[in-house]
Nanobody, 123 residues
């Protein structure tokens, strides 16, 4: 089992930045690829970003490419999502997730999920 706890969400204005963190405990964190997903009210959960277990490979949704950066610190068992130039359409609950093997943008590939952290961007 891997337990994931997100933090860092909040209410910000358009154009502001936030950094989300996801702290992992349980099995060796460094053996898991990690992903960030988000779910807005009335919408399905969607892929945001993913990172390989080494941190050398990253993927991004087109909607966040160039604005968001995913990174990880395996010594701290933590994955981050730096979000810059936030837009109202980025408003959602953000979840981190873990999977064995390669990083992926598919919800169904991820086995362990956090409880989510709310990000609200006002215009």
């Amino acid at each position: 089992q891997v337990q994931l706890v997100e933090s860092g969400g909040g209410l910000v204005q358009a154009g502001d930045s936030l950094r989300l963190s996801c702290a992992a405990s349980g099995r060796p964190f460094s053996s898991y690829a990690m992903g960030w997903f988000r779910q807005a009210p009335g919408k399905e959960r969607e892929f945001v970003a993913a990172i390989s277990w080494t941190g050398s490979i990253t993927y991004y949704a087109d909607s966040v490419k160039g604005r968001f950066t995913i990174s990880r610190d395996n010594a701290k068992n933590t994955v981050y999502l730096q979000m810059n130039s936030l837009k109202p359409e980025d408003t959602a609950v953000y979840y981190c997730a873990a999977k064995k093997g390669s990083a992926s943008g598919q919800n169904s590939d991820y086995v362990f999920w956090g409880q989510g952290t709310q990000v609200t961007v006002s215009s």
